[in-house]
C-alpha cells in the first residue's frame, strides 16, 4: 500500500498518494499571475539560453549544492534576477543547491523584501606583507560575529605546514573556496564583518562586490626586515625579496595605512 499524506483540495483537508502532484489555488493564482505580469521572467527560464547555461554551472560545480555539498537540483541567482535583471546570466551570481539550501535561502530573501531588513555588514580587506600583523590587527578589531578568509591560515589548516608553506594542489582547494566565498557574499548579511587577509590587493573584490556592500581597505605597512627576521624565527621559509618586490609595486589607492612596528 503507497503512503498517503494530508494536502488540501478546494479547501478541503483531503488524504492522497503520497506521490500525487496536488496543485493548490495559492499556486494556481501565483503562476497565473507570473504568465500576466511578468512574461518576459518566465520566458527567460524556459528558454534554450537558460537550459545552456543551468546545465553550465551544474557542471562547473560539479553537480554539488554549494552550501551543504549535497546532490545539487537546481541553479540559483545569488542576487535575484528580479533584482538585477542585467545580472541573471553571470556566472558570478549563479550557484548550483539542493532544493532545502535554495528553500532556506529563498525564506531569507523574502524577509529583506518584507521585513525591510537592511545590508550591515563591511567587507574588509586586510593586506600587507608576510608577518607584517595582518592577523594581529584583525583580532584587534573582530566582533563576536565576524567571518575571516586568511589564505596563510587556511593553507596551514589543510597541510599542516608551517605558515607561508605549502603545495600547489592545495592552493587550487584555497582559491576555489576564495571564488566561491565571493559569490555567496554578494547575497550575504549574517555577518557584521567580513575579514579577507590578503598579501596583494584583488581588484575582483571590488569589481564583484562594491554594489552590495561597503568595502574597507586596510594595509599594514611594516619594516620589511622586521618581517622577514620573524618569518625567520618561525622557520618559514618563503622567497621574501620577491614578494617585497611585488608589494612595492602594487597599487593600493584608496588603502588606509595602519603602520605596524
Known sequence: ??????????????????????????????????NVEESDYVKFY???????????ILERDYGLCQRCGMDAELVDHIIPSKDDWNDRLNNDNLQSLCRGCHKIKTKREWMKHHKGMESYMNINIVC???????????????????????????????????????NHDIHDYITLFFDQLLRKLKAEQTFNNVWIIKTLPDKRIDTLLSNYHRINHIVIVADPNICEERLRERKEQISFQKILNSFKTADFTGYRVVKNG
Open 46 to 56: 524556459h528558454s534554450t539560453e537558460w537550459k545552456h547555461k543551468r546545465q553550465e
Open 128 to 166: 600587507g606583507l608576510p608577518a607584517s600583523g595582518k592577523t594581529t590587527y584583525v583580532k584587534r578589531h573582530m566582533t563576536e560575529h565576524d567571518l575571516i578568509y586568511d589564505y596563510d591560515e587556511l593553507m596551514h589548516a589543510l597541510s599542516g605546514l608551517p605558515m607561508q608553506q605549502g
Open 1 to 34: 500500500m503507497k503512503p498517503t499524506k494530508l494536502t488540501f483540495i478546494n479547501g478541503k483537508p483531503t488524504l492522497v498518494s503520497y506521490d500525487k502532484v496536488v496543485r493548490t489555488d495559492n499556486d494556481k493564482a501565483y503562476n497565473f499571475h507570473r
